[in-house]
């Protein structure tokens, strides 16, 4: 994981900024002009996620420094302006991703040890055929998948516990503890400073 920011305060709010981890989104993003230029100016170090760009690697998180009210007035001003744009998945989204992208196939039940000796070994299609055995019904693709999952299961764990502790979804427990009315009123004193 790298950290890219070394800044120690938001330039906006003054507050120390917090370490955290992101999940890495990859895919081409076109964002409007309002939020570019809202991002710009109200919420510079909501680092709710980050852009990995159209080639997709195998870094799965990314460490983060942030400010706690920029990612308020991220999520307010996503909320005001009905957008999407910056915002990060949920922390079951970001499951179901890791799920999808790295064959945690819910549909492979056993998996016997000698499989993971096998693939120590570099004998994969000796452990797909045990674990075709011990899961009757699955097909290769899946197995295959899965094998995936194995090989860098710890690093997934570690990932999918470090979004659960310290990731971005946590921001919007925060705003869903906010009141409308101290949400209209967060966006009009950020008005009123601009």
């Known amino acids: 994981m ?4 070394l800044d120690t305060h938001c ?3 003054g507050d120390p900024l917090n370490d955290g981890v992101v999940i890495i989104s990859y895919g081409l993003f076109r964002y409007s002009e309002a939020f570019n230029k809202a991002h710009r100016n109200l919420f510079p170090k909501s680092k709710l996620m980050v852009r990995g760009g159209c080639g997709v690697n195998d870094e799965i998180i990314y460490r983060v420094r942030y400010c706690n009210a920029c990612r308020k007035a991220h999520l307010l001003w996503g ?3 009905k957008s999407h ?4 998945h949920r922390a079951d989204e970001f499951e179901r991703i890791l799920h999808l992208r790295f064959g945690m196939e819910i549909l492979v039940t056993e998996v016997p040890p000698e499989v993971h000796d096998m693939m ?3 004998k994969l299609v000796d452990a797909i055929k045990l674990l075709q055995r011990a899961n009757p019904g699955v097909e290769i ?5 899965h094998m995936r999952y ?3 299961g710890a690093e997934l764990e570690q990932a999918i516990l470090a979004m659960r ?4 979804h946590l921001a919007y427990a925060q705003i869903g503890t906010m009141t409308e009315r101290d949400c209209k009123d967060a966006l009009n004193n950020r008005l009123i400073d601009n």
Do not use: I, Q
């Open 2 to 5: 790298l950290l890219e920011d």
């Open 11 to 13: 330039p906006v709010h």
């Open 79 to 81: 909320a005001e302006n």
């Open 85 to 88: 744009d910056g915002l990060p």
């Open 120 to 122: 120590r070994a570099h």
């Open 141 to 145: 693709p899946e197995l295959r998948a």
């Open 150 to 152: 194995l090989s860098r």
């Open 165 to 168: 502790t310290a990731g971005p």
